[in-house]
């Protein structure tokens, strides 16, 4: 199984230098991703798989405070995460920008694990199954690169820890017929066996409750940023 690590904005360099040496000690037959903030990404031993949490829509050279994918791969970095929701809610990117971005770390070998979920709105309105063929859809249709190196993420907004409240209940068996929708209409549409990944809190306490949902792995938010906690999940699956 892919267990990727999202430490998103989280830890000063003092944090992260400890967090390496602690991850430097895990001992696993799961492939394990980490994905930190772009100053820490060159620290990293080489025989971590590194993985970006964004990438620049542009490939120009110009522009000041881009990250291109030209740039991450010269850092090793395997993987890059496109279009988790924090880029959709806080700064409006859609589709056409996610679509760039991954042609852009397909043209250099760098594997994407593109996010879909729908909102708690959207949920409730029962719209989940077209939001995620909608998602799926502007990105795959006349893609000229190579989508077996896309990896679908699925992590329902309205599940992770930010954004969930006490009355939401996740329904496994529900899950699971997602996770089999989304592999369903990329094999019908575009001849495709594709990797799903599981995200949305998913911790030490839960996480074996998830592995009868024809899932290849997880999307581990804020449990990851606990060494221990990662040690524990890994330890489950």
């Known amino acids: 199984m892919k267990v990727v690590c999202n430490l998103k904005s989280h830890k000063t360099w003092k944090e992260y230098r400890e967090y390496i040496v602690d991850l430097s000690k895990l001992d696993t037959n799961h492939e394990l991703i980490i994905a930190p903030s772009f100053p820490y ?36 970095v395997r993987y890059c995460l496109v279009g988790h929701s924090s880029r959709r809610i806080h700064y409006d990117e859609n589709e056409k920008q996610f679509k760039q971005k991954i042609a852009n770390c397909l043209e250099n070998n760098i594997k994407v694990i593109y996010c879909v979920g729908e909102s708690r709105e959207e949920k409730q309105r029962e719209k989940t199954y077209q939001v995620l063929e909608k998602q799926i859809a502007r990105i795959f249709n006349n893609f000229e690169g ?30 699971k017929d997602i996770v089999i929708f989304i592999k369903k209409i990329i094999l019908d549409y575009y001849d495709i066996n594709i990797n799903v ?20 792995g997880f999307l581990i938010g804020n449990a990851s940023l606990d060494i221990e906690q990662v040690k524990k999940i890994l330890n489950k699956i």
């Not at 190196?149 to 939401?168: F, G, H, L, R, V």
């Not at 990944?197 to 290849?216: A, H, N």
């Open 41 to 76: 990404l060159a620290y990293y031993p080489k025989n971590i798989a590194l993985c970006s949490q964004d990438v620049s829509f542009s490939n120009h050279e110009n522009i000041v405070g881009n990250v291109t994918a030209k740039q991450l791969k010269s850092l090793d």
């Open 146 to 175: 190579d989508l077996n190196n896309i990896i679908i993420a699925y992590e329902p907004i309205w599940a992770i820890s930010e954004n969930k409240k006490d009355s939401d209940s996740i329904d496994l068996a529900k899950i």
């Open 197 to 216: 990944l599981y995200g949305g809190s998913i911790d030490e306490d839960i996480v074996g409750d998830y592995l009868d949902l024809e899932i290849d």
